[in-house]
């Protein structure tokens, strides 16, 4: 059994900043390219950022520059450091990896989310 707990959200003043995290643990062999995914209320859920095993990082437009996505392996962890808070960037924040249970399967988790509330 894998989980992915995430933690870190909560409510933020616009230009502020918060910084997620999100482990994974379980039976992992491998850990491979990890997400974040964000919903906002009456929206589909987007990609925000994605960073694979060789730490090669994807941005969408709307927060490339003002969101950084990084992980320890060491610790299974994923982070996503978001500064310069934007109202718009109010949603539930989902963590997704694809994870090596063995040699031979790999399986893409999500986390139960957290919420990011960006307002004065």
């Known amino acids: 059994q894998v989980q992915l707990v995430e933690s870190g959200g909560g409510l933020v003043q616009p230009g502020g900043s918060l910084r997620l995290s999100c482990a994974a643990s379980?039976?992992?062999?491998?850990?491979?390219?990890m997400a974040w995914y964000r919903q906002a209320p009456g929206k589909q859920r987007e990609l925000v950022a994605t960073?694979?095993?060789?730490?090669?990082?994807n941005y969408a437009d709307s927060v490339k520059g003002r969101f950084t996505i990084s992980r320890d392996n060491a610790k299974n962890t994923v982070y996503l450091q978001m500064n310069s808070l934007k109202p718009e960037d109010t949603a539930v924040y989902y963590c997704?990896?694809?994870?090596?249970?063995?040699?031979?399967?790999?399986?893409?988790?999500w986390g139960q989310g957290t919420q990011v509330t960006v307002s004065s």
């Open positions: 997704n990896a694809d994870i090596q249970i063995t040699r031979a399967a790999t399986i893409n988790y």
């Open positions: 960073i694979t095993s060789g730490i090669s990082n």
């Open positions: 379980g039976r992992i062999f491998r850990l491979n390219t």
